[in-house]
Structures are given as structure tokens and as C-alpha cells.
Nanobody, 125 residues
Framework: QVQLVESGGGLVQAGGSLRLSCTAS????????WAWFRQPPGKEREFVGS????????YYADSVKDRFTISRDAARNVLYLQMSSLKPEDTANYYC??????????????????WGQGTQVTVSS
């Protein structure tokens, strides 16, 4: 069984920074793509970014490109999301996810088999 546990969320002022972590346990070596999604209040879950675990190649949503950075510590099985220049519209519950190699777009939740419980990020204006 695979478990993903996010941490690092909180309240921050606009323009500030936060770093989220996602610690994975279990048989994680099977997973090819790892991602961050977010779900703003009253809205659907949306893609933030993803990373190919073996190569470190990352992809981002246009809304966060140049502000957010995804990285991983393969030795410790930890996924990170470094967020800077935060805006009130970044307020959401942030989830990490892991998926097998697939033909499904990495930007859709269906591409991922395992999810964390989420961590809340609130950006005040």
C-alpha cells in the first residue's frame, strides 16, 4: 500500500512563499509521474504541476509557471512544491498524487492512482 502525506500548508500574505512537502511510503518505485493539484473553495480540482520521478522533468500550469517549482528527493521519497509570489487566487487545498506511466494526460486527476489527504494554503491580500 502506498501512502502520501502532505505538509507545509498555512496562512501567508500575498507576495510571500511557502514550501509544501509530500512524503511517500510503501511501494513507490512503480510510479512514474508525481504531481500537485489544488482545489479552490467551491471549484474543481486543478493541475498545478508534475514531475517525472526518474528524470526530474517538470511541467506546470500556466497560472503558476515561473512562480512555483516542483522538485523531489528521490533518496527520501519526498516531493516538494516551492511556491513564491503567492496570490490570493492560489488559496486552495493542495494535494500530491502519484501515477503509473499512462496515456492519460498528466494534467488530469484520472492519471493518478494515489492521493494525499491535502494541505490547506490560504493567501491573504
Amino acid at each position: 500500500q502506498v501512502q502520501l502525506v502532505e505538509s507545509g500548508g498555512g496562512l501567508v500574505q500575498a507576495g510571500g512563499s511557502l514550501r509544501l512537502s509530500c512524503t511517500a511510503s510503501g511501494r513507490t518505485e512503480r510510479f512514474f509521474n508525481w504531481a500537485w493539484f489544488r482545489q479552490p473553495p467551491g471549484k474543481e480540482r486543478e493541475f498545478v504541476g508534475s514531475i517525472v520521478w526518474n528524470t526530474g522533468t517538470a511541467y506546470y500550469a500556466d497560472s503558476v509557471k515561473d512562480r512555483f517549482t516542483i522538485s523531489r528527493d528521490a533518496a527520501r521519497n519526498v516531493l516538494y512544491l516551492q511556491m513564491s509570489s503567492l496570490k490570493p487566487e492560489d488559496t486552495a487545498n493542495y494535494y500530491c498524487a502519484a501515477g503509473l506511466i499512462s496515456t492519460i494526460s498528466i494534467r488530469t486527476p484520472r492519471a493518478y492512482s494515489y492521493w494525499g489527504q491535502g494541505t490547506q494554503v490560504t493567501v491573504s491580500s
